[in-house]
């Protein structure tokens, strides 16, 4: 039997299908500005020393019932074979940069909870309980580290105001002179048990970074003369000193940028992470160089990427570092012996510093992805992969996401620049839509292809509101070599930002960024770029800087 077909079955279907579709787009869980606030960040993953347990911190917003302020930094442990994490420490101040001593008993720690409120070094036992007080710095202590047996801590603490300063505070004379009275970062040790203190740096010398040698008795300095910001950038020095004291002594003549200065196992080189020359923008270049004295040697010479940490393996002669390779990290490990780099870890994650088990057979990290923010990461030297142990975000699971990837364009000149391209929630291909190019700053930095949310990443808030973002890796990033991230020298907002406005004009071309809405924005040197966008071209319509 034939069935009439009136209009109204049409209308009524329509009707339906529109419903659905609703419900449907409804239903997307969205990420919004007040969820970027409140999300915990994962930092200072430390695995303990036989590899069993992981103390970790995180950070949080204060909650409506707190006095206003930055956020709080939280301890957490957790089972390195997975499992719940479970607050470590409790109070109502900031604990922060947790490190096992050697034995794994105890758990180091900085925290604001002391009186006066300045931050000291703490002692908790690795099992739980009431946490000590170690130190009793007069000025609040910058970074510390456990001495190889365990029985001291070095701390840094920058010189403290003298009374006669605190009281012109207090009076409205708290100018600054230029270059005079400096307050240097001097380097400490304090005996554990007896509680002893010990300058170890004298006379004026301040200490940006710092190691312990492996018997004790000598520390290697990333130092300088002046505390200027300038210094701690450009005029680091390599250093020695004794650890009971004494004039630090030059290593060997460095040029550049150096931070990281690592000792190792054996007490038979010392490995940093230094620029190429005076005018390398970055300190991603591995050097080697006997603790007595001679030349450094660069073992990275001609890498395609940028080392962004160092340590040694533990108990050998081979360098473990995390490299930034285009827009991902990796972990490789390079032996002295032969000098080649084999990676360790490539994984779509991005990550920072490993920490490593006392017989390096497992590491943990924090690491991120397109997905979700940093989370805590175990991982083992013999598999070459890590496994995610923790979900301490929850309220972002079932987050629709704009469809992020890395791409890949000529410029005029005909170099291949990346960076990474977040699609809108809901992208249809073959429409064109409102376009943002997110520029970074540095430009010694770059885009890589993880959790792209937060206080200076607006991609993927951006993208929940119908944007496409662009986050270019133009010429003068880091992450491709030092040829790469020298490429912009003397030639200030040129070629660089030809690479950014090439990455525009890709997006158009592929029928994906609508011409007549194109925004620039971006911080620092990023914002620089943006407002050279505003008024070098008429490809932008709006700026951010």
């Given at each position: ?37 409140n ?12 590899g ?7 950070s949080?917003?204060?909650r ?6 930055a956020p709080?930094?939280?301890?957490w ?53 009431e ?30 105001k ?42 004026d ?52 940028k150096?931070i ?93 510093a ?29 598999q070459?992969q ?14 629709t ?9 000529k ?47 607006w ?87």
């Amino acid at each position: 039997m034939n069935r009439k077909f009136y209009p109204w079955n049409l209308l009524a279907l329509l009707v339906i299908i529109l419903a659905v579709c609703f419900i449907g787009y409804a239903q997307e869980k969205l990420i919004t500005p007040e969820m970027i606030v409140n999300i915990k960040g994962i930092s200072e993953v430390q695995i303990s020393p036989e590899g069993k347990n992981i103390v970790f911190q995180s950070s949080r917003q204060r909650r409506d019932d707190e006095k206003p302020g930055a956020p709080w930094s939280e301890l957490w442990m957790v089972s390195a074979s997975g499992g719940s994490p479970y607050r470590f420490t409790y109070n109502d101040k900031s604990d922060r940069s947790p490190r096992w001593s050697p034995d794994g008993k105890w758990v180091a720690f900085i925290s604001t909870r002391g009186e006066p409120e300045r931050a000291q070094v703490f002692l908790i036992p690795s099992d739980g309980g009431e946490a000590r007080q170690l130190t009793q710095a007069e000025n609040s202590v910058g970074a510390f580290k456990w001495s190889p047996d365990g029985k001291e801590i070095a701390y840094t603490m920058q010189d403290p105001k003298t009374k006669e300063e605190l009281k012109g505070d207090k009076e409205g004379r708290d100018w600054v002179v230029a270059d005079a009275n400096y307050k240097h970062i001097r380097l400490y040790t304090i005996n554990v048990a007896k509680k002893e203190n010990r300058l170890a740096t004298k006379p004026d010398i301040t200490a940006w970074d710092f190691d312990w040698s492996p018997d004790g008795k000598s520390f290697v300095l990333a130092g300088s003369e002046t505390p200027r910001t300038d210094d701690s950038y450009m005029f680091v020095k390599l250093m020695t000193v004794d650890a009971a004291g004494g004039e630090a002594k030059l290593v060997t003549k460095t040029e550049g940028k150096l931070i990281s200065p690592r000792w190792s196992p054996d007490g038979t080189t010392i490995a940093y992470l230094g620029g190429t020359a005076m005018n390398d923008p970055a300190a991603g270049s591995i050097f080697v160089v006997s603790p007595k004295g001679g030349t450094p040697e660069n073992i990275t010479k001609g890498y395609n990427g940028t080392a962004v940490s160092l340590d040694w393996m533990p108990k050998s002669t081979t360098i473990v570092f995390v490299g930034l390779e285009g827009t991902r990290t990796v972990l490789n490990t390079l032996n002295l012996s032969d000098k080649k780099i084999v990676t360790l870890l490539s994984q779509d994650i991005i990550f920072g510093a490993p920490t490593f088990s006392t017989d390096g057979s497992k590491f943990a990290l924090a690491g991120n992805t397109p997905k979700h923010p940093n989370e805590v990461w175990v991982g083992g030297t013999s598999q070459k992969q890590a496994t995610r142990i923790t979900k301490f975000n929850p309220q972002l699971e079932g987050l629709t996401l704009g469809q992020q990837e890395v791409v890949k364009w000529k410029t005029a000149d005909g170099w291949e620049i990346e960076g990474v391209l977040v699609k809108p929630v809901g992208y249809k291909q073959g429409q064109k839509y409102p376009t943002v190019l997110q520029i970074h700053g540095g430009p010694e930095s770059a885009y890589t292809n993880g959790w792209n949310v937060g206080y200076s990443n607006w991609a993927q808030l951006l993208a929940a509101n119908g944007y496409v973002v662009l986050m270019p890796n133009y010429r003068g990033s880091t992450g491709r070599g030092v040829q790469f991230a020298m490429a912009d020298h003397r030639d200030l907002m040129g070629k660089e930002f030809n690479d950014m406005v090439a990455g525009a004009d890709y997006l158009i071309k592929a029928g994906i960024a609508d011409p007549d809405r194109l925004g620039i924005g971006g911080g620092s040197y990023g914002g620089y770029s943006s407002a050279w966008g505003a008024t070098a071209t008429n490809h932008f319509k709006a700026a951010v800087v």
